[in-house]
């Protein structure tokens, strides 16, 4: 499946964003979705995942109780809202998708990769 991220941009430390991933086949509803993040000159990490039938939902520390990860099946869409973004939320945000039958639903490997979407929280 085809991912294509949008919904970034620049926001006052507090403030909140939505961050879109949108697929191109139908088969979005047996792909476990994620969101990670990569910071200059840090690694890539995890943000947060959500199983393929949306019945469960997994969040980095660094981010429970501030993002939501949602989706939407008729639009073959899935979404992170972040609320209360802080400038360490400050990177570039990927979208990311696994088969159903590929392993627990927040675990690497993610086989589908988005391009990308900036985010950018000023102090």
């Known amino acids: 499946v085809q991912l294509q991220a949008s919904g970034g941009g620049l926001v006052q430390a507090g403030g909140s964003l939505r961050l879109s991933c949108a697929a191109s086949e139908r088969t979005f509803s047996t792909y476990s979705m994620a969101w990670f993040r990569q910071a200059p000159g840090k690694e890539r990490e995890f943000v947060a995942a959500i199983s393929w039938d949306g019945g469960n939902t997994y969040y980095a520390d660094s981010v429970k109780g501030r993002f939501t990860i949602s989706r939407d099946y008729v639009k073959n869409t899935a979404y992170l809202q972040m609320d209360s973004l802080k400038p360490e939320d400050t990177a570039l945000y990927l979208c990311?998708?696994?088969?159903?039958?590929?392993?627990?639903?927040?675990?690497?490997?993610?086989?589908?990769w988005g391009q990308g979407t900036q985010v950018t929280v000023s102090s």
């Open positions: 990311a998708g696994k088969e159903k039958y590929s392993g627990a639903y927040y675990s690497p490997p993610f086989g589908s």
